[in-house]
């Protein structure tokens, strides 16, 4: 456990509407990712930071904007939710050990856009 | 785009059985990385394979990096239903990004 913890773990909401997704760490790791997991496609990146106010596109940043403001925090907003938004997403930072880089992850949120 | 294919996506399997999990690619990783994800959690890392012909010994779990880095395989000996979940391989790249397999479900039956 990484102290990561993601807000909120569920939200339905409606198509056309903004939607912001909280991650929250407690050890100031510098590199935060937001991933999205659908059923066939693995995780895919959508942003990532490497510190206050420095963030970076992934694979599939369409539609999604993101935010660093503190170290602690990452945000992920839809700015006009899509039925293609609907996910699970997670937010996970990252650790570099002696065999490399670990990635921990939070306990993700289930985005449902109706 | 570098792609890791992972085989296969399904197996539903006897406590008891053997069974080896692929993950394949085109592109040579600098390190590959296994990961293990329960229902409603995020992936947690098993191991990671950092030289060519690599073996990761995890108990019943074994892990084997290609001895040219582009693949990889997961065995599980005698698997038991507490190794039921969905693994996903992750290749770290020459930009240091992580490429992710779309994952195995596993299913151990009792």
């Known amino acids: 456990d990484a102290g990561i913890t993601q807000s909120p773990r569920h939200k339905v909401t409606e198509t056309g509407t903004p939607v912001t997704l909280r991650c929250h760490q407690t050890?100031?790791?510098?590199?935060m990712y937001w991933y999205r997991q659908d059923p066939g496609h693995g995780l895919r990146l959508i942003h990532y930071?490497?510190?206050?106010?420095?963030?970076d596109k992934g694979e599939v940043s369409d539609g999604y904007s993101v935010s660093r403001s503190k170290t602690e925090d990452f945000l992920l907003t839809l700015e006009s939710a899509t039925s293609s938004q609907t996910s699970v997403y997670f937010c996970?930072?990252?650790?570099?050990?002696?065999?490399?880089?670990?990635?921990?992850f939070g306990p993700g949120t289930r985005l449902l856009v109706l | 785009t570098q792609l890791l294919e992972q085989s296969p996506q399904f197996l539903s399997i006897q406590e008891g059985e053997n069974l080896t999990v692929y993950c394949n690619s085109s592109s040579v990783f600098s390190s590959l990385q296994w990961y293990r994800q329960e229902p409603g959690e995020g992936p947690v890392l098993l191991v990671t394979v950092v030289t060519g012909g690599e073996v990761k010994k995890l108990k019943r779990l074994t892990f084997q990096f290609g001895d040219a880095r582009k693949d990889s395989s997961l065995h599980i000996t005698a698997a038991q239903p507490g190794d039921t979940g969905l693994y996903l391989c992750a290749g770290m790249d020459s930009n240091y990004q992580l490429i992710w397999g779309a994952g195995t479900k596993l299913i151990i039956k009792p």
């Open positions: 930071s490497y510190g206050v106010k420095d963030t």
């Open positions: 996970a930072i990252s650790v570099q050990g002696r065999v490399g880089e670990t990635q921990y």
């Open positions: 050890e100031n790791h510098r590199y």
